[in-house]
């Protein structure tokens, strides 16, 4: 299957501070990635769809002036988390489509702790 | 009614039984169906996918679909210790977005 990369695998900051989270296909280049969210016990929550090129498709409820998604290659997607908070705390995950396009690889995520 | 639907469990069996894993989803345009494994702390990997009704068999692994039900399983024969972990299952919705709806995942406990 296809490689999925994500930087960093952990990062804990203060409250009020931004995070990046970059996600990179190693082995074929992503036109469409995605950014999950998955709190403890729970299951993966889609947060939004990062279309290389072009604007990101967030799904309801999730605020995009607080999650910024760019993606502005075919190998590399980020997501920032701006001003977190201790509730923004989560296990963040992003996948790819490889070359058959429908198949969603997932990276090993990153744990964001918010103090 | 949520969309993909997966009993929590946990399910336990005996090492070397085999394991059964349920999943019914409620949009019968679904295309494509995917059986993740979740290991605690880790991000999920794919286990096999399916898109015709019947059975596919990938070693101890079979997953069956029947779109007549809106049925989706997973079987794990000789089940390990290894194999514990949360099993998630995916499914894509006829808008073709290559979005996938998970369900809340089984967790399946095999003990030696």
């Known amino acids: 299957g296809a490689v999925v990369s994500q930087h960093p695998s952990w990062v804990i900051c203060k409250s009020g501070t931004s995070v990046k989270i970059e996600c990179r296909s190693l082995d074929f280049q992503a036109t469409t990635m995605f950014w999950y969210r998955q709190f403890p016990k729970q299951s993966l929550m889609l947060m939004a769809t990062?279309?290389?090129?072009?604007?990101?498709?967030?799904e309801q409820g999730v605020e995009k002036d607080k999650f910024l998604i760019n993606h502005a290659s075919l190998t590399l997607s980020t997501l920032t988390v701006t001003s977190a908070h201790p509730e923004d705390s989560s296990f963040y995950i992003c996948?790819?489509?490889?070359?058959?396009?429908?198949?969603?690889?997932f990276g090993p995520g990153t744990r964001l702790l918010v103090l | 009614q949520k969309e993909v639907e997966q009993n929590s469990g946990p399910l336990s069996v005996p090492e070397g039984a085999i394991a059964s894993l349920n999943c019914t989803y409620s949009d019968r345009g679904s295309q494509s169906f995917f059986w993740y494994r979740q290991y605690s702390g880790k991000s999920p990997e794919l286990i096999m996918f399916?898109?015709?009704?019947g059975d596919k068999e990938d070693g101890r692994f079979t997953a069956q679909l029947n779109k007549a039900s809106q049925y989706v399983s997973l079987l794990i024969r000789d089940s390990q210790p290894s194999d514990s972990a949360t099993y998630l299952c995916a499914v894509t919705p006829p808008s073709n977005t290559g979005k996938l709806i998970f369900g809340q995942g089984t967790t399946l406990q095999v003990k030696p």
């Open positions: 399916i898109y015709s009704n």
């Open positions: 996948s790819s489509t490889g070359a058959r396009g429908e198949t969603q690889y």
């Open positions: 990062s279309n290389e090129g072009s604007k990101a498709t967030y």
